[in-house]
C-alpha cells in the first residue's frame, strides 16, 4: 500500500516534470533538470530559470542599471527602446533598462506596498491616473518631483495633462503619455447610407454640429431616415463618468474640488447632461450602452451591430477600432465634442497613466532625466505615437507631418479624416482637466455603482435628488 | 538518551506534531493581526499615521455601502449553505451507489471547473451573463420570446450569477468530500441494515447522515467562511470592484476597495477585524451546537 | 459476499431502468458543467476579434475556427517563451507547495487528533481562528516579515506562509475522528514508538484524505495570484496566473494568448487529479479499518 503512495508521488512528478520539459522543448534550453528536491532547490532553479528568460533586460550591460514596472507590456517596449537611443546620444551616461510587466491591480498594489515597506520599489514606475492619488499621496517621501527635469518641455506640454500629475505641494509627479482628449466618434458610413447622402454631406453636417442641440438635430434626422426604432444615435454610459466630465469642462467645473477645496458634485453641469441624456432615453435619441459603457465587448458589438453611430471617448479609444474592430476601418470619422453654449472648451483629457520615479531609486537624477526625456522629448513623442498610438502631449508634435499626416501609421490610415487635425482644431487651451485626488475614487465610484444607474435606468428619476445623495456619500468621506 | 525518550514520551509527543503549526501562527497569524488590529485604530497616511480610536469603528457603523456588502456577503453565505451541501451530498450518495457507470469520467468532469482559474471562469460567465443579445442567458430568454435581460444590473439576477458561478465551481469539489467521507463508512453497517430489511432511504437517513456528520461539519465550516469571504468571483463577473448599486459588493470586496484602490489600510482593518468577529461567531455557534469540541466521538 | 449479491441485482430490470436514470442524471449534470469550459475551448480555436464580434458563439463554425492562437503559443516567440517559464514556474511552486503543506497539516491534525492533552481544544480552536482572516490585511505586515526573514523574490517566501492550511490540517482531523483509537493502543503494546505509528501505521488509512486534499491544494496553489505577485519581483520568476492576468490590461485585453492559454493551463491539475481520483475510488481498504 505504501508502495502505491509513493508510485503514486512519483507519477505525479514524473508528470510535472514532463510537462516542465514540454515547456522547455519548444524555445528554452533545458537547464534545470529534475528539481523536485527541497526548499532551497526550488530557489536555485528559480534562478537557474532566469538565464533562459525571454530578454527584457535592454540597454547597455555596463551602463547604470534602471528598474521598471509597468502593468502594459507595450509601455515597457516604449523604455527599451527608447534607452537604445539614449545610450547612442550619451555614451558617457549609458544605461541599462529591465522592464517588468505586472498585472494591472496587484502591480499597483505591490508598488505602494514596497513604497510603505521603505523598500523593494523599482527605479520607475507606471502608475494609472485612478490610483495616482494613493500614489502621490506619499509627496517627495516617496516621489522625485520631476520640475526640473521637465522644465524644457513645459512650454509646448499641454498644461492640463501636467496638472493631472502634481502632487498636493505643487510639484509634478508624474510623466504622461497622452492627452487623451475627449472627441466624438462618428460612423460616417452608416450615417451615409441610411440618410441617402454622400459621405462628404454627412461630413459636411458633422462639421457644422457646434452645440449639443445641433447634435440632437443631426442625430433625429439621421434616426427619421434610418426609421429603425431598435437604432439609436448614441449610447449613454452607466458604468463610466465620460459625458459627466465631458460636460463638467465645458462649464469649467470640476467636482473634486482639486486640493483646495472640497468636492462638490451638485454642479449645474452635470445635472445639465444628466437631464439631456433623460431627454434622450426617453425619445429613443439614446440608448444605455451595454454592460455600462463602450469599452467593453458588449460595447464594441453594440457599435459594429451599428447600435449606435456616434460616442465621445477619448483618442486612445482608437486602438480599441484597431484592435477589436479591423471590420470598421474607413467608417468613422472623428470630430470635436459638441458643447452646451458657444465658446465653452469642447474636450477634456481623460485616463492616463504617470509614470513616476521612486526616492528608493539609487540613481534618481540618471533616471528622471532619462523618463522626462524618453516621454516628452521629439524623439520620445514620435515613438510614443508610432508605436502605443497615442495622442501625445508635447503640442509642438502635433503639427509635423511625421506624426500628423503619415498614412502609414496604422490610427491615421484607419480613419476618414486625420486624428491630430481633430487635436489642432481642439487646442491645447480647450482641452479641460478634472482633478485627481483623494476623493476622487470616492466620487467616481459612487457615481458608476449608484447615480447613473438610478437617473438612466429609470429616467425619470429625479437628477437633484440623485446628485444630492451623492453629495451626502462624498461628504462622510471628507 | 534521556532526552530521546522524552521526545518520544505520548506526553510529549503531541507537541512535536503541532509544533509547525505555532511556529506557522505566531509569525504568519499572531503577528501579523495584531499589527491589523493595532492598524484598525489609526488613520494611516503615506506619510504620517494618527491615532484615531474608535473612530474608524463608529465610522464603519454608520457606513451605508458597508452594510451592503454585509448584507450581499451574508445573502451569498446563507444561498450557498442551501445549495452546496445537501446537493453534492446527494450527488455523492448516487455516486457510491452501484447504479452510476462510467463514475471516474462524471468525477472528473464535475472536478473541472475548480481547476479553471476564476481569472478565465469570471471573463467566460461575464460574457454568458452579457446585458447584450449574444450573452448566452439572453439567447435562451430570446429562445422563449421573452427579450433580453440585464441580468448583471439587478439584484436578484446578480446574485443568481453569483451563484451559478459559485455552484458551477464547488458543486464538484463538495461532492469529493463527501464521496471521501463516505469511503469511511464501514461498509458491514450497510449490510447490517440490508438484514433488517432497510429501504434506501432509510439507510441514508439512519446510517449515511449521521456517519457523514464530520464531513458535513467539515464543510459547512469552509463553506460559511468561503460565503463570507467571497471576492474575486464577484471582481470578475463585474469586470472590477464596482457593480451597479453595488448589488455584486462584498465584505472582502468592500476591504478590497478601502485597503487596496483607496489606500485606507486603517479603515480596511476595521471592515476585516469586523468580518473576523462574524465569521467566528457563526462558526464557533454552529461548531458547538454540532458538538465538534467534544474530545471524544462516541 | 456483498459483490454476489450485486452480481445477482445487476441483471434485474429494475436496476438497469436505475443505472440509466442514474448514469443518465450525470451524465446531464457534467454537460451543463461542461458548458463553459467548452465555449471557452471553442473561443481558443477562433481568432480574438471573432469573440467581440460574436460573444461565445456556440455554433462549430469550422470556417472561422483556426488553430493560430495555438501555433502561436507553441510557437517558440518571445510570447511562447514567457508563457512556458511561468508555466514551469507555477509547476514547480505547486508541486513543492502542496507535498510539503500535505505533511505538515497531516502531522499538525495528527497530534491533534490522536492524542489527549491539555491544549488540545485550545489549539484545534486557534487552527479554525486562521481560516477566518481575509489575507489582504495581513499581506502587509507579512510582507514585512518576509523582507525580514530575506526570504523576498525566492519560491520559499511564497509557499512558506501557506504550508501550515488550516482547511487541511481540519479535514484531516475531521477524516481520522473516524479512525479506531484501539489502531495506537495496539502499535504501542506492539512497542511501535509515536513517530513510527504516524508514519505507518496511520499515514497509509489516510490515504484518501491526501488524495482530496492534494488536489484541492494543488488547485490553490496553482492558481494564487496575490502573494506571489508580493514575494516575487522578476517576470522570469513569475507564475502563469500573475502571467495570464498581465494579459489583461485596462489598455486592452489580449484574448488571443488569455483563452488558449488559460484552457491549456488547466491541464496539469487536471493530469494530477485523474491520477491522484484513483486513489479516492479505491479508497480505504477494508481490511486495515475492520482488522
Redesign the interface.
Known sequence: MKKKLISSIMSVAMAASLLAGCGSASGTPESTGSSDGGNTEATESGEAAAEETPNSTFGDANGTHLEMWTFVELHGQHYQDMAEIWNEQNPDRTIEITCTTYPYGDMHTKLLTSLEAGTGAPDICDVEVGQFPNVVAGLDQWLVPLDDYAKDYMPTMVPARMQTYQGEDGHYYGAPYHVGAAAMYYNVAAMSEAMGLSQEDVIAKIDGVKTWSDYETLGKEYLTALGDDSKHFTSVDTGGTDWLWLAMAEYGDDWTGGFDNPANCKLESVSKMLKMQQGWLKDGFAEISPDGHVDCEAGFQNIMDRNIVSFPKALWYMSRFTNYMPEEKGNWYIAKCPVFEDGQKCSVGIGGTGTVVTQQSQNKELAAEFLCWAKMSDEGEQHIWDKLGFDVCNTAMWTKDSIAHDDNNQYNAFFINYPYDVLNDIGMDNIGKISVVKISPTINEYVCTTTLNQVLEDPDYSVDDSLQELQDAVDMEQ | MKGKNFLYSQKVAPYVFVLPFILSFAFFWVYPLITAFTMSFQDIGAIKTDWVGFANYTKLLKDKVFMIAVANSTKYMFFTLVLLIPFPMLFAVLMDSNIVKAKGVWKAVLYMPALTSVVISGTLFRLMFSEYKTGQMNLITQAFGLGTYKWLKNGWSGMLALLVLACWRWTGVNMLYFISGLKSIDSSLYEAADIDGASPVQKFLYVTLPLLKPTTIYVLTISVYAGLSMFLESYMLWAGNSSPNNIGLTIVGYLYKRGIEKNDMGYACAVGVVLLIVALIINFAQLILNGTFKKEED | ??KNK?RD??HTPS?IV??V???G???I??AI??F??F??LLASFRP??E????????DLDVSTMTLDNYIYL???N?D???Y??W???S???T??SV??TLL?CY??A???T????KL??F????????????F??????????I?AFGL?D???GV???G??SA?T???FR??M??LPKDLLSAARIDGA???YI?V?IIM?LV??????MG??CA?GS??A??WP??VL?????FTL??G???L?????NNYDV??AG??F?????????????????D????GA??G
Open positions: 459476499m456483498e450485486q441485482l445487476s436496476h436505475a443505472t436514470l442514474g448514469t442524471f450525470f451524465l449534470l457534467s458543467i461542461c463553459p469550459v465555449a471557452g480574438g476579434t469573440l467581440i464580434r460574436r460573444g461565445l458563439a456556440l507553441f510557437g517558440g518571445q511562447s517563451k514567457k512556458f517559464m508555466y514551469k514556474n509547476l514547480i511552486i508541486f513543492l507535498l510539503l505538515i502531522f499538525v495528527y497530534g491533534l490522536m492524542y489527549k492533552f488540545q481544544n489549539l484545534f480552536t486557534l487552527v479554525l481562528a486562521t481560516m477566518m482572516v481575509p489582504e490585511i495581513l499581506m502587509l505586515p507579512m510582507y514585512k516579515e523582507i523576498i525566492t519560491y520559499t509557499i512558506i506562509t504550508l501550515c482547511s490540517i481540519f479535514f475531521q477524516y475522528m473516524g514508538n509515536e513517530y504516524s505507518a497509509p490515504k484518501p484524505a491526501f488524495a482530496s488536489i484541492l488547485m496553482w492558481n495570484i496575490l505577485l508580493l519581483k522578476g517576470a522570469e520568476k496566473p500573475i495570464l492576468n498581465t489583461l490590461t485596462p489598455y486592452g488569455l483563452i488559460s484552457m493551463g488547466i491541464l496539469p491539475i487536471f493530469i494530477i487529479f485523474l491520477i491522484f481520483q484513483k486513489y479516492i475510488i479508497g480505504m481498504t477494508a479499518v475492520k
